[in-house]
């Protein structure tokens, strides 16, 4: 069985694979906590979409970049 680090870190390539462009993705806890969250920062700077699953995260991008689509930002 696939351990919970390695199927997050295949799903968030996933992620990245397709809307690096547009998002800084990753994963986020809180010190203490232990539950996290999959996170999806605009690079536009624009906001930050938090969700449980990358199935989740992903449905809240689409929906994030139709209303508002992200402009074109050059990573430095």
Do not use: C, N
Not at 40 to 50: C, W
Not at 55 to 65: G, S, T
Request: charged content about 35%; proline content about 4%; cysteine-free.
């Amino acid at each position: 069985m696939e351990s919970e680090d390695h199927k997050r870190a295949h799903e968030i390539a996933a992620l990245r694979w397709h809307w690096e462009e547009a998002y800084h993705i990753g994963w986020h806890r809180e010190p203490g906590e232990s539950e996290g969250e999959f996170v999806a920062a605009r690079k536009d700077g624009q906001g930050t979409i938090f969700a449980p699953t990358a199935h989740d995260l992903r449905q809240a991008m689409r929906l994030d970049y139709s209303a508002r689509p992200v402009s074109a930002v050059r990573d430095e």
